[in-house]
């Protein structure tokens, strides 16, 4: 049985995906994670795409919509681990909360696949990040039909484990569980193809959320879709969180992937995105993303920036925030006609 998401009306919190895993000269004394090939040559050229390893700066420009209860969603791979691109970032997450609990936003946790990575390993992150975080001011927790203030976590390509291993740690009757022990969390689940509905059902989750901001990329991140994932979510108990971006494209690192490039039409795509989200009638909202600068989905602060091999989006001939602020002002607009 899943707890399931409080009963009412929808209160349209705010999840915004943020990677804490890039580097500068002028903050860790190299690059970290951006491409070799179009490293910016001068940081002064950039704004806070080259300093999102400094969380106090970065935070601080973060959505702010005032009426919804805002988190930041971290990337995390467990110590010593990292995507090919990068170097292993956990050691910069304690002070995330700390420079987001000064700007009133909470942090959720993102696991990302790694290699080994089953329901035994997401086990051991989940008790590592738990012990560390959970007193924290602010962690993520979300209130249940139970009574109950979990820890929410998201857990990246979850359709990459079979159903019945998730359900060992998920379920009530599983052979490892976490249900009801000091590390009960609320789960959600990625949702990509549709028969993924029903696998995040019989593994155990408590939701799910669907990421990618290429619309029609897959049944998930498809707008047309959001409504229909609502309803079976509805039926089954679960939360729904669709992920909305301001466009898409990412040829710099998946050069063959032209086809799920979305332009930003001056901020009309993420407004279409955001409405859809909103339509559905979802217990929480994300965005994709504060910063994923190699799939072109970031929203925050841009200024012009051309590599030999990567033109970097911006926003002329508006400023710099352009895509942040109207992200801040449809939340908050939404919000506030959902609450009236």
């Known amino acids: 049985m899943h707890p399931g998401p409080t009963t009412g009306g929808p209160c349209y919190d705010l999840h915004t995906f943020y990677y804490a895993w890039y580097g500068s000269p002028c903050f860790e004394g190299q690059y970290r994670h951006w491409d070799p090939r179009s490293r910016p040559a001068s940081p002064a050229a950039t704004t806070t795409r080259l300093t999102t390893s400094a969380p106090a700066s970065t935070l601080c420009s973060a959505p702010t919509a005032s009426a919804t209860r805002r988190a930041l969603v971290l990337s995390w791979y467990p110590p010593s681990l990292a995507d090919d ?16 609990h000064r700007y009133t936003i909470q942090v959720a946790f993102h696991i990302q696949p790694y290699k080994g990575h089953d329901d035994h390993t997401v086990h051991e992150n989940i008790r590592y990040i738990t012990d560390r975080y959970r007193s924290h001011a602010a962690s993520c927790k979300y209130k249940t039909s139970t009574g ?18 998730w359900a060992n740690l998920l379920t009530p009757s599983g052979s490892h569980s976490a249900h009801d022990t000091a590390y009960d969390t609320v789960f959600i689940a990625l949702l990509g193809e549709e028969g993924h509905k029903h696998d995040t059902v019989s593994a155990g989750y408590n939701g799910t959320y669907t990421y990618f901001a290429s619309n029609g990329f897959s049944f998930g991140s498809s707008h047309r879709s959001w409504k229909a994932i609502k309803a079976f979510c509805n039926s089954n108990n679960l939360m729904f969180i669709p992920s909305v971006g301001p466009g898409y494209i990412d040829t710099s690192v998946r050069p063959w992937n032209n086809s799920n490039t979305r332009n930003r039409v001056n901020g ?17 909202v994300s965005i994709t ?47 506030k006609k959902s609450s009236g």
């Open 289 to 335: 993303s504060f910063n994923e600068w190699h799939e072109g989905t970031q929203i925050e602060k841009a200024v012009p920036k051309t590599m030999l091999t990567r033109l970097y989006l911006d926003c002329l001939p508006h400023r710099p925030s352009t895509s942040l602020e109207p992200t801040c002002r449809r939340a908050e607009h939404f919000s």
């Open 268 to 284: 009309k795509y993420n407004g279409t995105a955001l409405q859809a989200a909103l339509m559905a009638r979802p217990e929480i």
């Open 85 to 100: 691109n990068g170097e292993p970032s956990d050691g910069l997450a304690p002070s995330i909360p700390d420079a987001a």
């Open 148 to 165: 109950k203030s979990p820890p929410l976590f998201y857990i990246y390509n979850s359709y990459l484990t079979l159903a019945e291993s």
